[in-house]
């Protein structure tokens, strides 16, 4: 090896086949001196003077002297296994450092019992681990319910990618499921939500994925005891009015379209926790999981609405890349009459396919291109970036028309969503890398 690095670049211990020998004072990335300047880097920017204290507590039980400010970062119910990781560096910690804190260090292992995390080896099942995890959020939230100053807000941090389909084929995601059942049922409620940058690039999960980049930061105070009850089509109709809004801010902050879904659930659920219970049409209490289902469902309404303002090409691209992808599908007269002449498809006797990029023309020229579409300048600036970076992009987009512009960013959200929905993560990282990189393309665009 020819330097040092982290050991966890996952939440778990990999497989290595040789020892790091490379020079601990080498002048190389992961060496003492880096390492040491990356920790002064940030302790020398941090704004606080007063002195502060440490100390390891149980979340549920943490007693304070006062009211206070607090920001957490809850656990992400069966992703990471941290006590099992804190036993890599435990074991060797005790060794070294057991006379000073006998207390902390005196069990052979890191304790496990009460640590919120849906292992199911370690309480009996995949159902008893759950109910362990829901149990252990509601009296964390109360407790700090009871403890949160009066003047302040909670601060939520939360970076966990919704997964899993339910038959109706709704995304869900039984890690926000469950961490909003222990919030809202503690007595706060959603006020705001703040996406913020917090990921690196760079680091192992993102590469080549569609990996969350930001955390979703969620402002909470708890619930007016007067709040009103609302029935499922109040709910919606809020949502419906009060969402698309919301999204329309994110997405002119740039938020990255694998960052727009965990966005979303910010505003909705502030629309869902404001009311003391939601009533469905049987009498009974709308879940946590169904409202986060009806999120989903407006938020994709709100993109597939937007499609009206692009152009009928370009709707019919994307109603046919819905059903087929890049696949060939049986030839349609709609789709033939529409496409062909744009110049975006390949048509065969009984089969149409949407060319790839790489098919697509080179040399475009979309000031030359009467029947320029907002399919192709998508299409066209991706193509730019996979091969000669932002640089290339801008230089494309300066010839585009104005109106096809802030179209195509809008378009890659819409495609990405799909994307994700049919489970395509080659063809979304594509839309989600022009959005990322869009800010800079054009900054670029706009150079001289």
């Given at each position: 090896?020819?330097?040092?690095?982290?050991?966890?670049?996952?939440?778990?211990?990999?497989?290595?086949?040789?020892?790091?020998e490379a020079n601990p004072f080498g002048d190389a990335g992961g060496d003492f001196a880096h390492c040491l300047f990356s920790v002064w880097e940030v302790v020398s920017r941090l704004p606080g003077r007063a002195p502060a204290t440490a100390e390891q507590a149980d979340a549920a039980a943490l007693d304070t002297t006062g009211p206070a400010l607090i920001a957490t970062d809850p656990p992400y119910y069966d992703n990471v296994p941290y006590a099992d990781l804190s036993d890599f560096f435990y074991v060797w910690l005790r060794r070294s450092l057991r006379d000073l804190d006998?207390?902390?260090?005196?069990?052979?292992?890191?304790?496990?019992?009460?640590?919120?995390?849906?292992?199911?080896?370690?309480?009996?099942?995949?159902?008893?681990?759950?109910?362990?995890?829901?149990?252990?959020?509601?009296?964390?939230f109360s407790h700090m319910r009871?403890?949160?100053?009066?003047?302040?807000?909670?601060?939520?941090?939360?970076a966990f990618k919704q997964v899993g389909t339910d038959g109706d084929g709704t995304v869900g995601s039984t890690g926000w499921e469950t961490m909003l059942e222990?919030?809202?049922?503690?007595?706060?409620?959603?006020?705001?939500?703040?996406?913020?940058?917090?990921e690196l690039s760079s680091r192992m999960l993102s590469s080549g994925t569609n990996a969350l980049a930001s955390s979703i930061v969620l402002v909470c105070r708890p619930r007016p005891a007067g709040a009103p009850v609302a029935t499922r089509g109040q709910l919606l109709a809020a949502l419906k009015a009060e969402l698309p809004p919301a999204l329309r801010r994110l997405r002119q902050g740039n938020i990255a379209p694998v960052d727009l879904a965990q966005a979303a659930i910010g505003p909705g659920m502030a629309v869902f926790s404001r009311h003391a219970k939601v009533v469905e049409a049987d009498g009974r209490a709308m879940t946590v999981r169904t409202a986060l289902g009806l999120i989903n469902r407006v938020l994709d309404e709100t993109l597939a609405q937007q499609e009206a303002d692009l152009d009928v090409e370009t709707r019919c691209a994307v109603a046919w890349f819905q059903r087929h992808g890049m696949r060939p599908g049986p030839s349609?007269?709609?789709?033939?009459?529409?496409?062909?002449?744009?110049?975006?498809?390949a048509s065969g006797p009984a089969t149409v396919r949407l060319l790839a990029r790489d098919e697509l023309p080179p040399g475009w020229d979309p000031a030359g291109d009467?029947?320029?579409?907002?399919?192709?300048?998508?299409?066209h600036l991706i193509r730019a970036l996979d091969n000669g970076g932002e640089a290339a992009a801008?230089?494309?987009?300066?010839?585009?028309?104005g109106d096809l512009v802030e179209a195509?960013?809008?378009?890659?959200?819409?495609l990405y969503m799909l994307c994700e929905r049919r489970k395509w993560p080659k063809e979304a990282l594509a839309y989600n890398a022009l959005v990322v990189s869009w800010p800079e393309i054009i900054r670029l665009a706009a150079e001289e």
């Amino acid at each position: 090896m020819d330097r040092l690095r982290g050991t966890f670049q996952r939440q778990a211990v990999p497989m290595t086949w040789d020892y790091a020998e490379a020079n601990p004072f080498g002048d190389a990335g992961g060496d003492f001196a880096h390492c040491l300047f990356s920790v002064w880097e940030v302790v020398s920017r941090l704004p606080g003077r007063a002195p502060a204290t440490a100390e390891q507590a149980d979340a549920a039980a943490l007693d304070t002297t006062g009211p206070a400010l607090i920001a957490t970062d809850p656990p992400y119910y069966d992703n990471v296994p941290y006590a099992d990781l804190s036993d890599f560096f435990y074991v060797w910690l005790r060794r070294s450092l057991r006379d000073l804190d006998p207390k902390l260090l005196g069990t052979p292992l890191t304790p496990k019992a009460a640590e919120l995390v849906a292992i199911p080896y370690r309480f009996g099942g995949r159902k008893r681990a759950g109910a362990h995890v829901q149990d252990g959020f509601v009296q964390a939230f109360s407790h700090m319910r009871a403890m949160q100053a009066t003047d302040g807000p909670l601060t939520l941090f939360y970076a966990f990618k919704q997964v899993g389909t339910d038959g109706d084929g709704t995304v869900g995601s039984t890690g926000w499921e469950t961490m909003l059942e222990g919030l809202l049922g503690s007595g706060f409620a959603v006020t705001g939500t703040w996406p913020m940058r917090t990921e690196l690039s760079s680091r192992m999960l993102s590469s080549g994925t569609n990996a969350l980049a930001s955390s979703i930061v969620l402002v909470c105070r708890p619930r007016p005891a007067g709040a009103p009850v609302a029935t499922r089509g109040q709910l919606l109709a809020a949502l419906k009015a009060e969402l698309p809004p919301a999204l329309r801010r994110l997405r002119q902050g740039n938020i990255a379209p694998v960052d727009l879904a965990q966005a979303a659930i910010g505003p909705g659920m502030a629309v869902f926790s404001r009311h003391a219970k939601v009533v469905e049409a049987d009498g009974r209490a709308m879940t946590v999981r169904t409202a986060l289902g009806l999120i989903n469902r407006v938020l994709d309404e709100t993109l597939a609405q937007q499609e009206a303002d692009l152009d009928v090409e370009t709707r019919c691209a994307v109603a046919w890349f819905q059903r087929h992808g890049m696949r060939p599908g049986p030839s349609e007269p709609a789709a033939v009459e529409r496409l062909v002449p744009a110049g975006i498809v390949a048509s065969g006797p009984a089969t149409v396919r949407l060319l790839a990029r790489d098919e697509l023309p080179p040399g475009w020229d979309p000031a030359g291109d009467r029947r320029a579409t907002v399919w192709e300048v998508a299409q066209h600036l991706i193509r730019a970036l996979d091969n000669g970076g932002e640089a290339a992009a801008g230089q494309l987009l300066r010839q585009v028309d104005g109106d096809l512009v802030e179209a195509a960013r809008e378009l890659a959200y819409r495609l990405y969503m799909l994307c994700e929905r049919r489970k395509w993560p080659k063809e979304a990282l594509a839309y989600n890398a022009l959005v990322v990189s869009w800010p800079e393309i054009i900054r670029l665009a706009a150079e001289e």
